[in-house]
């Protein structure tokens, strides 16, 4: 699987968009990225994930480059309860690991009010 | 509302004692995972399960092992607890008609080696 590289801070103001990069330029054709937060002492929570169109659902947005080695997760209106830490995983879709996922160290959002 | 449950949210054991940690999931999934996370170094596979009674090493599986007797249940044994398993461990459960990368986990369990 291919290696993530995202910011280890980053801040925003409460109500404003949230947007957290994530490098992955030796990503593969079929490999998708996902995106997870961990809020303090919870389990990893799924967020989004996205092959090359951009995705949107309730929680956030994905934005993917056209070459695909980059990507950008937005929160667009951020809130208190969005303070985590956000991962960003590339995972190809097959496989015969039964969907492991290896977690970086992603990158921690501090939302101030 | 989908769910994955551990047994305990903070455990304290003595080195050298047998330890569970149990995981259930409602969400009918084939696959669980059992994960442990450390400060500066994320979190790494222990173990996983794709069936019932079957079991695959992950990448970090020394101390430990797993049993899977019924779908909904994974457990985690430490087989003589040491100080350097002190950590938070999480479950993980999917199903394979969703994306590999689509897991959901439980809130993790806190468990502390003296």
């Known amino acids: 699987d291919a290696k993530t590289t995202q910011p280890t801070s980053m801040d925003c103001a409460e109500g404003r968009a949230a947007n957290l990069p994530c490098n992955h330029s030796?990503?593969?054709?079929?490999?998708?990225v996902y995106w997870y937060r961990q809020i303090h002492s919870q389990g990893p929570q799924y967020i989004i994930h996205?092959?090359?169109n951009n995705e949107t659902n309730e929680m956030a947005s994905l934005i993917i480059t056209e070459d695909r080695k980059s990507s950008t997760l937005i929160l667009p209106h951020a809130t208190l309860r969005d303070t985590a830490v956000y991962y960003c995983?590339?995972?190809?879709?097959?496989?015969?690991?039964?969907?492991?996922?290896?977690f970086g160290q992603g990158t921690i959002l501090t939302v101030h009010p | 509302d989908v769910k994955v449950t551990q047994s305990s949210r903070y455990l304290v054991k003595r080195t050298g004692e047998k330890v569970f940690l149990e995981c259930v999931q409602d969400?009918?999934?084939?696959?669980m995972f059992w994960y442990r996370q450390d400060p500066g170094l994320g979190l790494r596979l222990i173990y996983f399960?794709?069936?019932?009674?079957?079991?695959e090493k992950g990448d970090i599986p020394e101390g430990y092992s797993v049993s899977r007797e019924k779908k909904e249940r994974f457990s985690l044994i430490l087989e003589s607890a040491s100080t350097n398993q002190t950590s938070m461990y999480l479950c993980a459960s999917s199903s394979p008609s969703s994306l590999p990368g689509e897991q959901f986990f439980g809130p993790g369990t806190r468990l502390t080696v003296l």
């Open positions: 030796t990503i593969s054709g079929n490999e998708y």
């Open positions: 996205g092959l090359k």
């Open positions: 995983i590339v995972r190809v879709a097959g496989g015969t690991s039964y969907g492991k996922l290896t």
């Open positions: 969400m009918d999934h084939e696959n």
């Open positions: 399960s794709y069936d019932v009674k079957m079991k």
